[in-house]
């Protein structure tokens, strides 16, 4: 199991990033997946998870209305985007697999992460 | 929301004596379907987090057996039998059984 976090780096706040998280070595659409993230010297906190087919996501209210998580399970990928982006979301985010389909809050595999900071 | 918290955050011990750390939720953690959604990570300086407990007490792959974790309803411990300079690290416990996902505060574990 390899996940591949990309995407991050510096953006002003109000500005969008949007992350990608490359999988490999198991069947990408039989599981949920998710991110968590962690401040600088924090530490971590759910942010999103989504189902296997796709079709059911799940949102921390600290980013629910401003992040949206997808994936594109052709290309075995797992995106977050980002909007409205606020200092407060300046963090290292991690891509998480879960356990099933449709099983959440197991986090059983994690990427290397992928680093967030929002500053003018 | 369902808090964690976990105690004690900073947890001094010298090698090869054991360790423990105590995880309390603010609700039961029982699930409907009767499983108890209940983990632990470590993560290392430096490091991603990884999973070594889930489900209270079943270690993951890899995971030494040194490691032990139990408890039940909203009172939960991870114990180290016997540490090692390698189990420097954080821990944190985690709740799965109600949205939003939480996790504790993490508590610091470092060679006396």
């Known amino acids: 199991v390899q996940l591949l976090e990309s995407g991050g780096g510096l953006v002003q706040p109000g500005g969008s990033l949007r992350l990608s998280c490359a999988a490999s070595?198991?069947?990408?659409?039989?599981?949920?997946m998710g991110w968590v993230r962690q401040a600088p010297g924090k530490g971590l906190e759910w942010v999103s998870d989504?189902?296997?087919?796709?079709?059911?996501?799940y949102y921390a209210d600290s980013v629910k209305g401003r992040f949206t998580i997808s994936r594109d399970n052709s290309k075995n990928t797992l995106y977050l985007q980002m909007n409205s982006l606020r200092v407060e979301d300046t963090a290292i985010y991690y891509c998480?697999?879960?356990?099933?389909?449709?099983?959440?809050?197991?986090?059983?595999?994690w990427g290397q992460g992928t680093l967030v900071t929002v500053s003018a | 929301d369902v808090v964690m918290t976990q105690s004690p955050l900073s947890l001094p011990v010298t090698l090869g004596q054991p360790a423990s750390i105590s995880c309390r939720s603010s609700?039961?953690?029982?699930?409907?379907?009767?499983?108890?959604?209940l983990h632990w990570f470590q993560q290392r300086p430096g490091q991603s987090p990884r999973r070594l407990i889930y489900?209270?007490?079943n270690r993951d792959s890899g995971v030494p057996d040194r490691f032990s974790g139990s408890g039940s309803g909203t009172d939960f411990t991870l114990k180290i039998s016997r540490v090692e300079a390698e189990d420097v690290a954080v821990y944190y416990c985690?709740?799965?059984?109600?949205?939003?996902?939480?996790f504790g505060q993490g508590t610091r574990l470092e060679i006396k």
């Open positions: 985690m709740q799965g059984s109600q949205w939003p996902l939480t």
């Open positions: 489900k209270v007490s």
């Open positions: 609700q039961s953690l029982v699930y409907s379907d009767g499983n108890t959604y």
């Open positions: 989504i189902s296997g087919s796709g079709a059911n996501t």
């Open positions: 070595g198991f069947s990408f659409s039989n599981y949920a």
């Open positions: 998480t697999r879960e356990v099933a389909s449709t099983a959440y809050g197991h986090f059983e595999c």
